[in-house]
């Protein structure tokens, strides 16, 4: 799976763990949390739509 994501998947799956340790430390930065939480979900479907039209040959 690792390997379908690309750097830019990687990076966003990173993002996405950062923000979950972000909210587990302390409750005063949950909005920064989930705003990493977003934005790391955001770059992993970017990354997977990306490599599956790459797959077809579209992109």
């Not at 799956?13 to 979950?20: K, P």
């Given at each position: 799976m690792l390997g379908n994501l690309g750097p830019l998947g990687i990076v966003g799956i990173v993002?996405?763990?950062?923000?979950?340790?972000?909210v587990a430390y302390v409750d005063l930065v949950i909005a920064a949390g989930l705003a990493l939480i977003l934005a790391g979900m955001g770059l992993i479907v970017k990354s997977l739509i990306t490599g599956m039209l790459?797959?077809?040959?579209?992109?």
């Amino acid at each position: 799976m690792l390997g379908n994501l690309g750097p830019l998947g990687i990076v966003g799956i990173v993002v996405l763990l950062a923000g979950i340790g972000l909210v587990a430390y302390v409750d005063l930065v949950i909005a920064a949390g989930l705003a990493l939480i977003l934005a790391g979900m955001g770059l992993i479907v970017k990354s997977l739509i990306t490599g599956m039209l790459q797959s077809f040959g579209m992109f």
